[in-house]
């Protein structure tokens, strides 16, 4: 009897299957030969809701959390920074954030504050931050230093404040001299006008003016006086600053720097921010990140609040 050729094909097909089958069903062609699987991840980490420990800056100071003070440094790692101490990050921050953050903790706080507002991307309010160190720590300098650098970093990364012109504040900055204004001391009036504005993030207008005696006798070495002001007939001024001068322009602008960072942070003690310590730092950096955007804005305010107080004491008599 001849047996059909497709039962022949059939029957030699499924022994092989077979054969294979029985042969191999218990092995597994996925993992080498020797290498112990590891055990496999269900995902019960993710039903319990496990979070990852909040990433920390590491801060160089001497007694706030640093390395150097165990008991500081583990008390700030400990302490993590709660969705309240971050604020609405949904919402635009203003110039004052964190002020109540940075007067009830340490500058330590503010710096691993700052630290977690960056990675969550929020880089303005990151900068407020480190502002905040600046502008409410009394008299630790290292920590102003480790800020301003911070500062230093953030600020060319980010927009100006102020983005609406009509909106500036327009303050008059004095200089006077007994001696006829120099080219280099025009220029570096300029530059000073400008790094003024910058560093209060177009809050400012600044209207520089230069009084002068036009005295050829007196000595080229005259010191210059200097004061801020509001605008107006009756202006109101701040304390007047007088510093050397030079005829180098660099050398002059630092110096035209520290007088202003002096008057105005000789103002702002009168409402309350605490009175900087000895900062081994330039004029230019003392005005761009020792002043934080906060104080240029309450420095013009208070000047203007003040005239206009002194006009209405001097209408009622």
Same mark, same amino acid.
């Given at each position: 009897? +001849?047996?059909?050729?497709?039962?022949?094909?059939?029957?030699?097909?499924?022994?092989?299957?077979?054969?294979?089958?029985?042969?191999?069903?218990?092995?597994?062609?996925?993992?080498?030969?020797?290498?112990?699987?590891?055990?496999?991840?269900?995902?019960?980490?993710?039903?319990?809701?496990?979070?990852?420990?909040?990433?920390?800056?590491?801060?160089?100071?001497?007694?706030?959390?640093?390395?150097?003070?165990?008991?500081?440094?583990?008390? %700030?790692?400990?302490?993590?920074?709660?969705? #309240?101490?971050?604020?609405?990050?949904?919402?635009?921050?203003?110039?004052?954030?964190?002020?109540?953050?940075?007067?009830?903790?340490?500058?330590?706080?503010?710096?691993?504050?700052?630290?977690?507002?960056?990675?969550?991307?929020?880089?303005? +309010?990151?900068?407020?931050?480190?502002?905040?160190?600046? !502008?409410?720590?009394?008299?630790?300098?290292?920590?102003?230093?480790?800020?301003?650098?911070?500062?230093?970093?953030?600020?060319?990364?980010?927009? %100006?404040?102020?983005? !609406?012109?009509? %909106?500036?504040?327009?303050?008059?900055?004095?200089?006077?001299?007994?001696?006829?204004?120099?080219?280099?001391?025009?220029?570096?009036?300029?530059?000073?006008?400008?790094?003024?504005?910058?560093?209060?993030?177009?809050?400012?207008?600044?209207?520089?003016?230069?009084? %002068?005696? +036009?005295?050829?006798?007196?000595?080229?070495?005259?010191?210059?006086?200097?004061?801020?002001?509001?605008?107006?007939?009756?202006?109101?001024?701040?304390?007047?600053?007088?510093?050397?001068?030079?005829?180098?322009?660099?050398?002059?602008?630092?110096?035209?720097?520290?007088?202003?960072?002096?008057?105005?942070?000789?103002? #702002?003690?009168?409402?309350?921010?605490?009175?900087?310590?000895?900062?081994?730092?330039?004029?230019? !950096?003392? #005005?761009?990140?020792?002043?934080?955007?906060?104080?240029?804005? !309450?420095?013009?305010?208070?000047?203007?609040?003040?005239?206009?107080?002194?006009?209405?004491?001097?209408?009622?008599?």
């Amino acid at each position: 009897m +001849r047996i059909h050729w497709a039962v022949v094909i059939f029957a030699v097909i499924g022994t092989i299957l077979l054969t294979w089958h029985f042969r191999t069903h218990h092995l597994d062609f996925m993992i080498p030969k020797g290498v112990v699987p590891a055990p496999e991840d269900d995902g019960s980490d993710l039903a319990l809701r496990t979070t990852l420990p909040q990433p920390s800056i590491e801060i160089n100071l001497a007694n706030n959390g640093i390395l150097g003070n165990p008991e500081a440094q583990e008390a %700030s790692i400990m302490a993590e920074i709660t969705d #309240l101490d971050l604020g609405d990050l949904n919402s635009s921050p203003g110039l004052d954030s964190y002020l109540k953050f940075g007067e009830d903790n340490t500058p330590a706080r503010l710096f691993e504050l700052s630290s977690t507002l960056r990675t969550r991307g929020q880089f303005q +309010r990151a900068l407020l931050a480190l502002e905040r160190i600046i !502008d409410t720590t009394p008299s630790d300098a290292d920590a102003l230093d480790e800020a301003a650098k911070g500062i230093t970093n953030l600020v060319p990364t980010l927009p %100006s404040w102020n983005v !609406d012109p009509t %909106s500036e504040i327009s303050l008059m900055l004095h200089f006077s001299s007994a001696r006829p204004a120099s080219e280099e001391m025009k220029e570096a009036v300029l530059q000073l006008a400008t790094l003024i504005r910058q560093a209060s993030s177009a809050q400012l207008e600044i209207i520089p003016k230069i009084i %002068s005696t +036009r005295r050829q006798e007196a000595p080229e070495d005259s010191p210059i006086a200097l004061w801020i002001s509001t605008t107006g007939q009756k202006p109101f001024s701040s304390a007047v600053i007088t510093t050397k001068t030079s005829q180098d322009v660099d050398v002059l602008v630092d110096e035209l720097s520290l007088a202003v960072f002096q008057t105005i942070h000789a103002h #702002l003690a009168k409402i309350g921010y605490p009175t900087p310590p000895a900062l081994e730092a330039s004029g230019r !950096d003392l #005005l761009m990140a020792y002043t934080t955007r906060l104080m240029w804005r !309450d420095f013009a305010r208070v000047l203007y609040k003040e005239q206009a107080a002194a006009l209405e004491k001097e209408d009622s008599n």
